[in-house]
């Protein structure tokens, strides 16, 4: 079985520029989450869908940060514009549906903002 | 989610037994007990989950103190590849229409010495 795919893997942008980061959760995976792990932390929850539609963004900074996953199944996440505390590693996870028991977690993009 | 608390790192010999602490002191009755590990430069991987009764898997074993404040994760027999940070994480049952994503610390940091 495939896991979660996510792109790119590395991308180094300059402060004030924009990015996007796409991710294809396992197949048939109709709940999708991103996270943010900043280097020495655990990772935080940015955003969670199921199928199309969201279903917690409280901690998604949204006046620089957006998301979607139109056709409920691939979705993009995109900074515009990126600030340096936006170093992070990206993480993508899906899960059957929602209160499934557990996440499978795509390896992560890793952004440097310089 | 309740608060969990893991020691930031710990260390062990390649082929011994090693024993994960957690205390989640506030932990409320309908609280699952989830551990999930982070190999270098993967995203977080699902090992065991609990709600009282000790657990096992193919990969581990979770033992739940009778009072439900503390647990530890067992690993029979550690391998260079075990060698991972350890999260121990609180997940209320989920009772539909909610978010149900997982709430992340800084975990224990495992060490395999050869």
């Known amino acids: 079985e495939a896991g979660v795919a996510q792109s790119p893997r590395y991308k180094i942008i300059e402060k004030r520029q924009s990015v996007a980061f796409w991710c294809n959760p396992i197949s048939g995976h109709a709940t999708l989450y991103w996270y943010q792990q900043i280097l020495g932390q655990g990772p935080k929850l940015l955003i969670q869908f199921q199928n199309n539609g969201v279903v917690d963004d409280s901690q998604l900074p949204k006046d620089r940060f957006s998301a979607e996953r139109l056709k409920g199944v691939d979705s993009t996440l995109k900074i515009q514009p990126a600030k340096l505390e936006d170093s992070a590693v990206y993480l993508c996870?899906?899960?059957?549906?929602?209160?499934?028991?557990?996440?499978?977690f795509g390896q992560g993009t890793r952004l440097t903002v310089v | 989610d309740a608060k969990t608390t893991q020691p930031n790192s710990m260390e062990s010999n390649e082929e011994e037994p090693v024993h994960l602490p957690c205390n989640h002191s506030t932990i409320s009755g309908t609280d699952y007990i989830h551990w999930y590990r982070q190999l270098p430069s993967q995203g977080p991987e699902y090992v065991i989950h609990?709600?009282?009764s000790n657990v096992n898997n193919r990969m581990a074993s979770l033992a739940i103190a009778e009072d439900r404040k503390s647990s530890t994760l067992i690993l029979h027999r550690a391998t260079l590849r075990d060698a991972a940070v350890y999260y121990c994480i609180l997940r209320g049952v989920y009772s539909g229409g909610g978010a149900d994503g997982l709430t992340f610390g800084k975990g224990t940091h495992l060490i395999i010495q050869p």
């Open positions: 609990g709600l009282t």
């Open positions: 996870a899906s899960s059957l549906t929602l209160g499934s028991t557990e996440a499978f």
